[in-house]
């Protein structure tokens, strides 16, 4: 059973009297040890389609089904409650806290599970992506890949069953995307998540185990 489908999703945005149609009935899937890549030029309503797989915003049309179940007509709270334990972000521009170390960055996603294992684990996933020695360095003492792998650790930290990454390589040169793109491959087998990445970046196409592209809000 796929972790994350949408059926025939439609997403309009009105602004004043303009109605924007920015997904015109798009169907997706992902599936646990897969990695998707949503490829599309700009405009053509990816990050809109990351809003909805995200559980950030809600279809105006369509159905949003997590592990099988209809979450399409969920309040904002249900909503909430699972992103938080389904759902781990992965951002272009890392969203790291400047004041907080690598290990803290970790555990910022879980501070308000009763947890008392937290702190193990966000140590053992910076071991996991080759941190093992930059625990208590914070972002300005890190480089941009070690920032990315420091993100990647924390949207592991939940045990999600899916990792959304929005343009992962998008701050980053080539080689260190490369080695992120690496990375990924290698969590989303270890982790057994479903890992469905944006982007405009070519490169991530040979990482992909499923490549789809959408223009104009409709999937090709
Ligand atoms: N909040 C919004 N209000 C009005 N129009 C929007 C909004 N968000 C996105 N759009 C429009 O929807 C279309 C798709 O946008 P988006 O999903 O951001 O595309 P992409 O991420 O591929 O660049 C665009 O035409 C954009 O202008
Ligand atoms: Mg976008």
Not at 70 to 93: H, K, M, N, Y
Not at 164 to 186: C, F, K, M, S, V
Request: glycine fraction near 8%.
């Amino acid at each position: 059973m796929s972790v994350i489908e949408l059926d025939t999703v439609v997403k309009r945005y009105e602004s004043g009297t303009e109605t924007v149609e920015a997904l015109k009935g798009v169907d997706f899937h992902a599936d646990r040890g897969e990695m998707v890549t949503v490829i599309g030029p700009s405009g053509s309503g990816k990050s809109t389609m990351l809003n909805m797989i995200g559980l950030l915003d809600t279809p105006t049309q369509g159905t949003v089904r997590l592990d099988g179940r209809d979450v399409t007509d969920f309040t904002a709270d249900q909503l909430t409650e699972e992103r938080r334990s389904v759902i781990g972000f992965v951002f272009q521009d890392f969203h790291l806290l400047p004041m907080l170390t690598a290990i803290e960055n970790v555990e910022l996603p879980s501070m308000w599970e009763p947890s008392t294992d937290r702190r193990e684990r966000a140590i053992e996933l910076l071991h996991r992506v080759g941190l093992g020695d930059r625990l208590e360095h914070t972002p300005d003492q890190l480089s941009g890949g070690q920032c990315q792998r420091v993100a990647i650790a924390r949207a592991l930290i939940n045990e999600p069953d899916i990792v959304l990454a929005d343009e992962p390589t998008g701050n980053l040169d080539q080689e260190t995307g490369r080695t992120i793109l690496d990375e990924l491959t290698r969590l989303k087998e270890a982790e057994d998540v479903a890992i469905v990445s944006v982007t405009h970046d070519e490169q991530m196409v040979e990482y992909a185990d499923r490549v789809v592209r959408i223009v104009d809000g409709v999937m090709q």
